[in-house]
């Protein structure tokens, strides 16, 4: 093994503004510095910059297959692969219109946070031009543009047309208690790392929560099967617990860590997570014959 240091490239989508620091990534690549590793910052695959390995974090839903390319020039890669994330793709629970359910449901946008990464990562005319394409065929405006946009209807039957577009998804509302309050899982993983992440909340969608814990965890199938269906080597699924089985609310591939990440505003067992994760990436990228780091297949 070469004792020159290491390089790792963090491919960003081109809207995401330099320096931002609203992603778990931003930890990991801090520690990946104190540890001797060159981080290089691209936005876009329009610069190649030689280096040991890439993590592919391209905050959209559907991924160029140009950021695919780009990433196999890499010897080491995490997320090269995971190309659409959609909650159409493997989201448990959906329902089209006239579907025969009597429960619950929920409408949610189909895109990833809302789609607000890429309608920043489109030019402006692009987004001018696709407005009137919705406009000269009658199609409604997006109804759903963030969480806080998510609507519960009381039944299928309850929810308007409007909400029946390719922009967004109608699920069963499946919930989780404990102790009188909703329970949030997290499925955080990179490579052969598996953590859970439970939080929970007084509200049934959860915006502001309560960290409960964060500890290794042997994943259900279920979780590694929308893994590997996903091709995603670091990320996290959403999901709560029903009759001992996942139902699987969401998947991202750019995990956020809130509004700071100040490490001494984080709960210590994220920081082990997060420490875990670095340690990971840094041994991959030390021992390159070992390939990318892969989402295991048991």
């Known amino acids: 093994m070469s004792d020159r240091p290491r390089r790792l490239v963090i491919l960003h989508s081109r809207s995401t503004p330099p320096g931002a620091r609203h992603h778990m990534v931003a930890i990991i690549a801090d520690r990946l510095a104190a540890l001797g590793t060159e981080i290089v910052h691209l936005h876009g695959t329009g610069r190649f910059v030689p280096a040991d ?12 297959p ?4 780009f990433a196999q020039r890499y010897p ?21 219109l006239g579907a025969a359910h009597d429960g619950p449901v929920i409408a949610k946008t189909e895109l990833n946070f809302g789609g607000t990464p890429e309608h ?14 919705r406009f000269l065929r ?49 499925y955080l993983f990179l490579g052969d790392l598996h953590y859970e992440n439970i939080e929970q909340s007084g509200e049934v969608i959860i915006t502001e929560d309560e960290h409960v814990s ?17 091709k995603l080597d670091y ?35 994220v920081l082990a997570m997060l420490d875990a994760f670095t340690g990971e990436v840094f041994h991959q990228l030390n021992n390159p014959d070992a390939g990318s780091v892969k989402a295991p297949i048991a």
């Open 120 to 133: 920043l990562d489109r030019a402006l005319a692009s987004r001018l031009v696709r407005r009137l394409a």
């Open 214 to 230: 964060c500890l290794p965890v042997t994943p259900h199938p279920r979780l590694l099967a929308v893994r590997r269906k996903l």
């Open 53 to 64: 390995g890439i993590l592919v974090h391209v905050d959209l839903s559907v991924v160029p």
């Open 235 to 269: 990320g996290k699924i959403d999901y709560v617990m029903t009759g001992g089985v996942p139902f699987i609310f969401d998947a991202n591939k750019t995990p956020g860590i809130g509004f700071s990440t100040d490490p001494a505003h984080l709960d210590a067992d």
């Open 66 to 69: 140009e950021v695919a390319r």
């Open 138 to 186: 009658g199609a409604p405006a997006p109804v759903i543009q963030s969480k806080t946009d998510y609507r519960i209807f009381a039944s299928l039957a309850d929810v308007p047309a409007d909400y029946f577009t390719p922009d967004t998804v109608v699920q069963k509302l499946v919930l989780e208690m404990a102790e009188g309050k909703h329970v949030l899982r997290e």
């Open 76 to 96: 080491v890669q995490l997320n090269a692969g995971a190309l659409d994330i959609r909650k159409s793709v493997y989201a448990d629970g959906l329902l089209q």
